[in-house]
């Protein structure tokens, strides 16, 4: 069954420190890897997508990699603001393009 | 530039109501989505469409209906609303297939079946 597990559930971090979430997948085929930020009451907003060939990608603070071979993929973030608090959602693409949806992480930054 | 808009953003219905949820795009997008959240679970898709006049079943279509009278347009409707059906709805639209695309999301429409 195709599926997108994300650890931890939940995070809290002092700003300014870095953290880094974890995805992993039983996609396949695979076509891509995409990392969303999701601030409360609104919809996700994309940060990142990977394919096969790509192993780190960066965004501004955000660095996403990914390892195909062991299906995994990690978001890290450095300096970590206030704004950064959010839900973290990985979502892999499917050959056929349907995308499977994790559960998320949500991160917490404190002052 | 507006990207998506749903509306409503809130709604609490009356099980056995019905309701249209709106979804418009000012991108030109072909692909148009509709998917639900809730709580400890990942997005869900209801239904989508790969263009104007088209749509498809996705993963949880049941107590769903939609339509695509037009390319920027894409409505979710509730026939006869159950509380199961009580989510947070999110209309997500990109470009096509062809190419790696983001997906653009509105801001949600908060649903309550009482």
């Known amino acids: 069954k195709n599926q997108v597990e994300q650890s931890p559930q939940s995070l809290i971090i002092l700003e300014g420190k870095n953290c880094t979430l974890q995805?992993?997948?039983?996609?396949?085929?695979?076509?891509?890897l995409r990392w969303y930020k999701q601030d409360t009451g609104r919809g996700p907003v994309s940060l990142t997508i990977?394919?096969?060939s790509e192993n780190t990608k960066s965004n501004g603070r955000y660095t996403a990699t990914l390892d195909a071979d062991t299906k995994q993929s990690s978001l890290h973030i450095t300096a970590s603001q206030l704004s950064d608090s959010a839900s973290y959602i990985c979502v892999v693409s499917e050959g056929n393009y349907q995308l499977i949806w994790g559960a998320g992480t949500k991160l917490i930054i404190k002052p | 530039n507006a990207g998506v808009t749903q509306t409503p953003k809130f709604r609490v219905l009356k099980t056995g109501q019905s309701m249209t949820l709106l979804c418009a795009q000012d991108m030109n997008h072909e692909y148009m989505y509709w998917y639900r959240q809730d709580p400890g679970m990942g997005l869900r898709l209801i239904h989508y469409s790969v263009g104007e006049g088209t749509t498809a079943k996705g993963e949880v279509p049941d107590g769903y209906n939609v339509s695509r009278l037009k390319k920027q347009n894409f409505l979710l409707g509730l026939e006869s609303a159950a509380p199961s059906q009580t989510s947070v709805y999110f209309c997500?639209?990109?470009?096509?297939?062809?190419?790696?695309?983001?997906?653009?999301f509105g801001s949600g429409t908060r649903l309550t079946v009482v």
């Open positions: 997500a639209s990109n470009p096509g297939t062809g190419a790696v695309y983001g997906y653009t």
């Open positions: 990977m394919t096969f």
């Open positions: 995805c992993n997948y039983t996609v396949s085929p695979f076509s891509n």
